[in-house]
């Protein structure tokens, strides 16, 4: 089946515009990642869905960053007055998150490659 | 708090010869720990997990890990590298039952022909 999708796959942006990065997940997954990318790192956690609220934003950098899940299926990051340091490959992930306190696999996205001139 | 150490940036073997990717890990409670896998302009896919089963733990493509309590470890191996097996790889440790990953730096593996 089709897995998570993410777009667009590239932005290059200027300093100081808005973005917004879609993420498109698994179909009935209800859990929702979102994860930063930056060069020659792993990925750093964002903010976590569990349907359509933010149960967990407290990787979210500043208040630049804001993301939405209105229907809790797609998602979009939104990054405003951007800055040469938002560069990254922004990762999205989605899980089933079946109760019972096991630790579900995520699934993730291809990426989105921000550039930030 | 959780953390995870990838030992090698950077690892280089010759295509038939085994691959050892390691991984140690520092976490309070029972540990979640994932290996996945990243080719260039690809999402990050799965390799294995261990989850409080059996510490020997098979994956796709033929890799393998073990986790070692007592050194705080868990090492993705194979046996025999393939050239299609360059590529990003992530240690990724969580508590059991929470969600946020936690993630290595990533072990750039080269398979030389």
């Known amino acids: 089946g089709a897995g998570v999708s993410q777009t667009p796959s590239n932005k290059v942006t200027e300093k100081g515009k808005y973005v917004e990065l879609r993420c498109d997940p698994i179909?009935?997954?209800?859990?929702l990642y979102w994860y930063r990318q930056s060069l020659g790192q792993g990925p750093e956690f964002l903010i976590y869905?569990?349907?359509?609220?933010?149960?967990?934003d407290s990787g979210l950098p500043n208040d630049r960053f804001f993301a939405v899940r209105p229907e809790g299926s797609v998602s979009t990051l939104k990054i405003q007055r951007t800055e040469r340091g938002d560069s990254a490959v922004y990762l999205c992930?989605?899980?089933?998150?079946?109760?019972?306190?096991?630790?579900?696999?995520?699934?993730f996205g291809p990426g989105t490659r921000l550039t930030v001139l | 708090a959780q953390s995870v150490t990838q030992l090698d940036s950077h690892v280089s073997v010759s295509e038939g010869t085994p691959v050892l990717l390691r991984c140690n890990y520092s976490s309070s409670y029972s540990p979640s720990l994932f290996w996945y896998v990243q080719h260039p302009n690809k999402g990050l896919q799965l390799l294995l997990k261990?989850?409080?089963?059996?510490?020997l733990v098979k994956g796709i493509n033929g890799f393998e890990a073990e986790f070692k309590k007592s050194e705080t470890s868990f090492h993705l191996t194979k046996p025999s590298a393939h050239m299609s097996d360059a590529a990003e790889y992530f240690c990724?440790?969580?508590?059991?039952?929470?969600?946020?990953?936690?993630f290595g730096t990533g072990t750039r593996l080269k398979v030389l022909a």
């Open positions: 992930a989605s899980s089933p998150d079946r109760a019972g306190g096991l630790t579900d696999t995520q699934y």
């Open positions: 179909s009935g997954h209800t859990a």
């Open positions: 261990y989850t409080s089963a059996a510490t």
């Open positions: 869905f569990q349907g359509t609220g933010a149960a967990d």
């Open positions: 990724v440790v969580t508590t059991s039952g929470t969600y946020k990953y936690i």
